[in-house]
Nanobody, 127 residues
Framework: QVQLVESGGGLVQAGDSLRLSCEAS????????MGWFRQAPGKEREFVAG????????YLEDSVKGRFAISRDNDKNTVYLQINSLKPEDTAVYYC????????????????????WGQGTQVTVSS
């Protein structure tokens, strides 16, 4: 069982930056693909970014490329989502997720392939 705890959200102004963190329990963090998803009010949860267990491969959804970055520190059991130039449309609850893998370089986009989810952290961007 893996427990995920997100932090770093808050109320910010358009143009600001935030770094979201997600710390995982357990001692096999590098064996998990990590992903960030978000859910805006009235919308479905959507994939934002993913990173392989090794940390060498990352993937960003097209709409956030150039502003978001995903990284991980396997020694700290933590994955990060750096968000720059925040826009009001980035307002959402951001969730991190972990998926078991035997392929250290794989990334997955589908939420159904993730096994564990955090409770979410709210990001609100005012214009």
């Amino acid at each position: 069982q893996v427990q995920l705890v997100e932090s770093g959200g808050g109320l910010v102004q358009a143009g600001d930056s935030l770094r979201l963190s997600c710390e995982a329990s357990g001692r096999t963090f590098s064996m998990y693909i990590m992903g960030w998803f978000r859910q805006a009010p009235g919308k479905e949860r959507e994939f934002v970014a993913g990173i392989s267990g090794s940390g060498r491969n990352g993937y960003l959804e097209d709409s956030v490329k150039g502003r978001f970055a995903i990284s991980r520190d396997n020694d700290k059991n933590t994955v990060y989502l750096q968000i720059n130039s925040l826009k009001p449309e980035d307002t959402a609850v951001y969730y991190c997720a972990a998926g078991r893998t035997t392929d250290a370089e794989m990334i997955v986009i589908s939420s159904s392939q993730y096994d564990y989810w955090g409770q979410g952290t709210q990001v609100t961007v005012s214009s």
